[in-house]
T-cell receptor
Framework: DAKTTQPNSMESNEEEPVHLPCNHS???????IHWYRQLPSQGPEYVIH???SNVNNRMASLAIAEDRKSSTLILHRATLRDAAVYYC????????????FGKGTKLTVNP | NAGVTQTPKFQVLKTGQSMTLQCAQD?????MSWYRQDPGMGLRLIHY???????DQGEVPNGYNVSRSTTEDFPLRLLSAAPSQTSVYFC???????????????FGEGSRLTVL
């Protein structure tokens, strides 16, 4: 199973952009990059996913490196409600579905 | 929509007792899974299932059993509880992942288990 590596923690100030990195150097051509976040005392929730092209939705943007060995989740204007643990995982179509989350990145947003 | 429902939300067990954590989803999802989360840690996959009658082991399966007799239900059984199994348990479900869907995992609210 392809693995991902994320920094343990990051800090940001409110209303500033946040770039959360994820390395996935062993990614295969059929792996999609998925991001989830877990707010305090809640279960994780889906944020965004992509394959090769950059993706945008109402929550965030996903920038994927050309070689696909890394990706960055972008929160354009961090709010206090964005303080959470962010997880990057890989998922491939029709795969074994053994979804390993890892420890994620704990984002602290300062007022 | 109920989504993913986990019961109980809280449970205290004594070492050696057995119990079942229930997980039910009403979205007709093929994929279901169980994770445990220890304080300050990420999610660790215990068991997962890609359909009724099919289960497989995750990262930390020892001490846990699962079965999937219906699409809706995926119970997690602790055979003989140990203090090391004190944790928060999350059940998650989704459609089998295909490029035509987001593969969004829906998580339950969690079950907090304490083993004394």
């Amino acid at each position: 199973d392809a693995k991902t590596t994320q920094p343990n923690s990051m800090e940001s100030n409110e209303e500033e952009p946040v770039h959360l990195p994820c390395n996935h150097s062993t990614i295969s051509g059929t792996d999609y990059i998925h991001w989830y976040r877990q707010l305090p005392s809640q279960g994780p929730e889906y944020v965004i996913h992509g394959l090769t092209s950059n993706v945008n939705n109402r929550m965030a943007s996903l920038a994927i490196a050309e070689d696909r060995k890394s990706s960055t989740l972008i929160l354009h204007r961090a709010t206090l409600r964005d303080a959470a643990v962010y997880y990057c995982i890989l998922r491939y179509e029709g795969g074994s579905e053994k979804l390993v989350f890892g420890k994620g990145t704990k984002l602290t947003v300062n007022p | 929509n109920a989504g993913v429902t986990q019961t109980p939300k809280f449970q205290v067990l004594k070492t050696g007792q057995s119990m079942t954590l229930q997980c039910a989803q009403d979205m007709n999802h093929e994929y279901m899974s169980w994770y445990r989360q220890d304080p300050g840690m990420g999610l660790r996959l215990i068991h997962y299932s890609v359909g009724a009658g099919i289960t497989d082991q995750g990262e930390v399966p020892n001490g846990y059993n699962v079965s999937r007799s219906t699409t809706e239900d995926f119970p997690l059984r602790l055979l003989s509880a140990a203090p090391s199994q004190t944790s928060v348990y999350f059940c998650a479900s989704s459609y089998r992942y295909r490029s035509t869907n987001t593969g969004e995992l829906f998580f339950g609210e969690g079950s907090r288990l304490t083993v004394l």
